[in-house]
């Protein structure tokens, strides 16, 4: 294999994402031997005493990161969120009980969906109606105080709606896909029942997802479940039912010590404000662009936008490639342009966005 000049764009991507530069030199560096073991992180046994070290060292830094209390668990499971949306009505909730989802977007639909064919899932609040560009007012939630548990999608990737306070669902357990929001900013994990998120935006590679569980939960996990889809199963061999996404796991713990070293999430969470302020300030000042989400719902991590001539999108797209802004094209479903604003997308790659963003709205506004 020949090796190629490195020329590393400004990555937008949805997901997989941006990572830490750092992050990717040091498993490069590492990645023929890792540490004393003579092989590389992906050629060790999960059950070695090297990697037990790591997977418990990365587990105690994001449980610093995230202040996570000591009655939570913190699992590192596979199958992506997608899983999550099935694994978690099979563990919490009986078949004939009812759970509410907050559906705020797509995934949230996706979520529900899957949820419907296991538990009585029902729609307690959408905002389907306007597109989702806002949230549904919390006073007009429709939700039952026996239900299993609430669950929203604090930040939904495809449209760009992003809750920036966590709701009040009294005493219900609320359960979060935190896929595309969890760790760009500081959270109180114990608002929260449990917290799941893919890792392929602000944690590492893609098939690896985290979730953070609070124990009182697992006392739910039906023990008729097969072992692998049991929450409680995985809790108790601490992730090591079978053989985990070992790479995934040593570059989310590289993430980790990364975020740490950066000054934690207080730091990270001022970045990211700015970087999306710098972005939607633009759009609003131009009559080229647009944002159609309500301001107080705008996300900090996927910001979509428009043009005002759609016939202009195959030229934006081709020539802010050309600059080397990578992956700005919106979901299909929405079409149109999104910048995804992760972690690992610095502020000099936003203000590299908005000064090509300017020059092509003077080039053809
Ligand atoms: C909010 C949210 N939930 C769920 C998913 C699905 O994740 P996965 O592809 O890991 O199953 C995504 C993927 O982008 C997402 O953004």
Known sequence: MECLPLSRGHNFSAG???L??????????????????????????HRGKEFMAMAEQAEADLRG??????????LFLQGGATQQFAQIPMNLARPEQRADYIVTGDWGEKAVREAGSLVRAQVSATSAANNYTALPPRADWDLDPASAYVHYTPNETIRGVEFHEVPDVGGVPLIADMSSTILSRRIDVSRFGLIYAGAQKNIGPSGLVVLIVREDLLERCPSTLPKIFSFAEHAAQNSLLNTPNTFGWYLAGLVFQWLKAEGGL?????????????????????????NPVDRAARSWMNVPFTLADSALDAAFLQQSRDAGLLALKGHKLVGGMRASLYNAVEQASVDALVDFMRDFARRNG
């Open 16 to 18: 997989p994402a941006a």
């Open 20 to 45: 830490p530069e750092a992050v990717l030199r040091r498993a490069q560096a590492e990645l023929l031997e890792w540490g004393t073991s003579g092989a590389s992180v992906m050629e060790v046994s």
């Open 65 to 74: 990161l995230l202040a996570i209390p000591a009655n939570y668990k913190v």
């Open 266 to 290: 207080a730091v990270i969470e001022q970045r990211n404000r700015r970087k999306a302020e710098t972005l939607y300030d633009f759009i609003d000042t131009s009559d080229f662009y647009a």
